[in-house]
């Protein structure tokens, strides 16, 4: 059977390949995943390689570790998806009380709750066989954020600030890249994790604004609702707090005025985030939750270009 367009999740990728090309049985699953919505992984993926670049400008290699940033990125598609597919096996209820998510593959009844926890463990597995490729303390430190995750769902029903708790969540890997390097961690990456989670307090409470008035009606608590017309003002700040952070753990670090560059270049991103959003155009909430990619591009860059030149500065 063919889906039909109100089965598309209105905030996936337009011709993403996941519509266009996936077979029918596979769609159900690949939107449980978020396949169709990658902007999830990369958010999850950019601490880590953050950190991994960071540590190479610390230990002065010209680069950061290139198995490593493919096990991460491996692990951040797998353990995104394994945490939707849970968090949607935890919020079947609530999703289809929601205009924007009542339509996902459980709630619609595309996939049932034990076919649905099967592919949240079968993704697990191909993220703890990514985990098992480093040394027993980034081991341990990556098994220590399952307890994070596994309570992340519940969060919306009991505190206004469940964007703080996917913080949480989302930024371990700034903690993961360096201790991947040296097999501890210091101050340097402690603030970069920091850092991420104010961060994604701001950039999760504009996602969150796409669904205030239906989570008002249900119950559903978040920052959107909390900081309402204020939004803007609490997003600023948030996101100033995220930027002195990181430019402390560049100072840790070592960081040299490539990276420092980059962070002022990725700063004007954010304040052009806060300067042009509206939080009653949901579109609007959307494009910018998404831009946040861009933003994770530019700190990234600034790092490489730290690391390479800083290997060969006297």
Not at 217 to 243: D, E, N, P, W
Not at 271 to 298: E, P, Y
């Amino acid at each position: 059977m063919h889906e039909t367009v109100s089965s598309i999740p209105a905030d996936a990728v337009r011709g993403h390949w996941v519509t266009r090309y996936a077979p029918e049985w596979l769609k159900p699953y690949a939107r449980l995943a978020r396949w169709d919505r990658p902007i999830g992984w990369w958010l999850l993926l950019w601490p880590c390689w953050w950190s991994a670049a960071l540590a190479a400008v610390n230990a002065g290699h010209p680069y950061p570790n290139p198995w490593h940033i493919f096990l991460f990125l491996v692990g951040a598609i797998a353990m995104r998806g394994a945490g939707c597919t849970y968090n949607d096996i935890v919020d079947r209820e609530i999703d289809a009380g929601v205009e924007r998510t009542k339509m996902r593959p459980i709630p619609s009844g595309a996939v049932s709750v034990r076919q649905a926890l099967v592919f949240a463990i079968l993704q697990s597995l191909t993220g703890l066989a990514v985990l098992l490729q480093f040394d027993l303390f980034t081991i341990a430190l990556g098994a220590a954020s399952l307890g994070v995750v596994a309570i992340y769902p519940f969060m919306k029903r009991i505190t206004s600030w469940p964007q703080v708790v996917l913080g949480f969540a989302f930024n371990w890997g700034a903690l993961m890249g360096w201790a991947a390097v040296f097999g501890r961690l210091d101050a340097a990456p402690v603030l970069l994790y920091l850092g991420g989670i104010a961060w994604t307090i701001g950039y999760d409470t504009i996602y969150a604004h796409q669904d205030r008035r239906d989570d008002a009606i249900i119950g559903v608590k978040s920052t959107a609702r909390l900081f309402a017309q204020h939004s803007r003002a609490g997003i600023a700040a948030f996101y100033i707090v995220a930027v002195t952070l990181w430019a402390g753990a560049f100072w840790l670090a070592g960081v040299r005025w490539p990276g420092f560059a980059g962070l002022a270049l990725a700063s004007g991103h954010l304040a052009w985030q806060v300067a042009t959003l509206d939080i009653n155009d949901g579109k609007r909430c959307l494009m910018h939750f998404r831009s946040n990619r861009d933003f994770g591009w530019i700190l990234f860059a600034g790092l490489l270009a730290d690391a390479a030149i800083s290997a060969w500065a006297p």
